[in-house]
């Protein structure tokens, strides 16, 4: 089955300064990966997602890179603001299949 | 705004009650989930409804009792629980069960005494 790790488990980048979190997933078969962001306390909140048939996708402040051959995927985050402080889980969906999380990493962005 | 609702949003309940979780949507979504979610942990599956039928149980113990009365509400029925299950409880849905966002509602903490 499918297996995703993720990387780092915590990170603390200054206010302003950009913040990169690396996933690695196992299934060739995966073709959907989505990232939610849960700040303490609340919903896990979907705040990007690609597909494989895209290498990239940007929205505002964040985007997302794919590398298929490789199997990883990460998260990069331009000019962080404090409100950006939050648990980040990005997840694998190979065709049929539920999501398979990581374990999730904790960002801290200091004023 | 929380397309999904749950409620209650706190339950503390002792290990011989009998409970119900609710959750609810709008978005015309035809899969539904419920996941538990311990801290500082990512979500764990429970159950996948999709159009309504019973598509996944990821060997839950029999104490929770899922139901979908139709495609816009999702239950979880509690009895018998053990400290354990102490967690938060997330439903999501989706607009089908392959390959698409889901989206989560705000959850129920259950404590169990």
């Known amino acids: 089955g499918e297996n995703v790790e993720q990387h780092p488990s915590t990170l603390s980048v200054q206010e302003g300064d950009s913040a990169v979190i690396k996933c690695t997933y196992s299934d060739s078969a995966s073709n959907y990966f989505p990232w939610y962001k849960q700040e303490l306390g609340k919903r896990p909140q979907l705040i990007i997602d690609?597909?494989?048939?895209?290498g990239e996708k940007k929205d505002q402040r964040i985007a997302v890179t794919l590398n298929k051959t490789a199997k990883h995927f990460s998260l990069h985050i331009t000019e962080t603001q404090p409100e950006d402080s939050a648990v980040y889980f990005c997840a694998a969906n190979a065709y049929g299949q539920n999501f398979v999380f990581g374990p999730g990493t904790r960002l801290s962005v200091l004023p | 705004d929380t397309e999904v609702t749950q409620t209650p949003k706190h339950l503390v309940m002792g290990m011989t009650n009998k409970k119900s979780l609710k959750c609810e949507q709008h978005?015309?979504?035809?899969?539904m989930y419920w996941y538990k979610q311990k801290a500082k942990k990512p979500p764990e599956l429970m159950f996948v409804?999709?159009?309504?039928?019973?598509?996944i149980n990821e060997s839950v113990p029999s104490r929770f009792s899922p139901e979908c009365p139709n495609s816009s509400l999702l239950n979880l029925h509690l009895h018998a629980l053990q400290p354990e299950d102490s967690a938060l409880y997330l439903c999501a849905s989706s607009s089908t069960y392959i390959d698409q966002p889901q989206h989560f509602g705000d959850g129920t903490r259950l404590s169990i005494l």
């Open positions: 409804y999709s159009y309504e039928k019973l598509s």
């Open positions: 978005m015309g979504h035809r899969a």
């Open positions: 690609i597909r494989s048939n895209v």
